[in-house]
């Protein structure tokens, strides 16, 4: 009983904490919605209610922490990709430096070739998807 009271009492202040203004609810806040639901819809008894609120709120609380990893994953890789598009923009300066102005244009053709065989910056696929051709060091993968 007291476990319940102090249960509820945790949830209730969580869930009063939260601002809105387009922030995610906080765990507690998605399980105990989840978890009235569940009592409205199913008839639950107080003890049901009370069990089914400690299990949102875990898996609630796991499904928190896999989307703050998934989000330091992502702007892990975003930096790793801006890091490379900085170290490519270095390398293109230094050949133009040493390039004539005609194998300059040449270069620069050469680029949009290989931009366009990929599917453009972006990874795009301007050729509806059709990206068969094969790598270099033989045949596909």
Same mark, same amino acid.
């Given at each position: ?7 509820? &009492? ?11 203004? &387009?922030?995610?609810?906080?765990? =507690? ?26 299990? $949102?709120?875990? $898996?609630?609380? $796991? ?6 990893? !998934? ?5 892990? !890789?975003?930096?790793?990709?801006e890091t490379r ?7 293109? =300066?230094?050949?133009?430096a040493v ?18 065989? !990929?599917?453009?910056? &972006? &990874?795009?696929?301007? $050729?509806?998807?059709? *990206? ?7 045949? *596909?993968?």
């Open positions: 009983m007291i476990l319940t009271l102090s249960l509820m &009492g945790f949830i209730s202040m969580g869930a009063m904490a939260q601002q809105r203004g &387009g922030e995610r609810p906080s765990p =507690e806040e998605r399980a105990t919605r989840m978890t009235e639901r569940m009592a409205e819809k199913l008839s639950l008894s107080v003890d049901q209610k009370m069990q089914i609120l400690v299990i $949102n709120l875990e $898996n609630a609380k $796991n499904q928190e922490t896999k989307q703050l990893e !998934r989000t330091q994953q992502s702007d892990a !890789r975003k930096a790793v990709m598009k900085e170290e490519l923009r270095a390398q293109d =300066e230094k050949i133009k390039l004539t102005e005609a194998q300059l244009v040449k270069w620069e053709e050469v680029k949009e070739d290989i931009r366009d065989r !990929r599917g453009g910056p &972006g &990874g795009d696929s301007s $050729n509806g998807g059709d *990206n068969s051709r094969k790598r270099r060091g033989g045949g *596909n993968r």
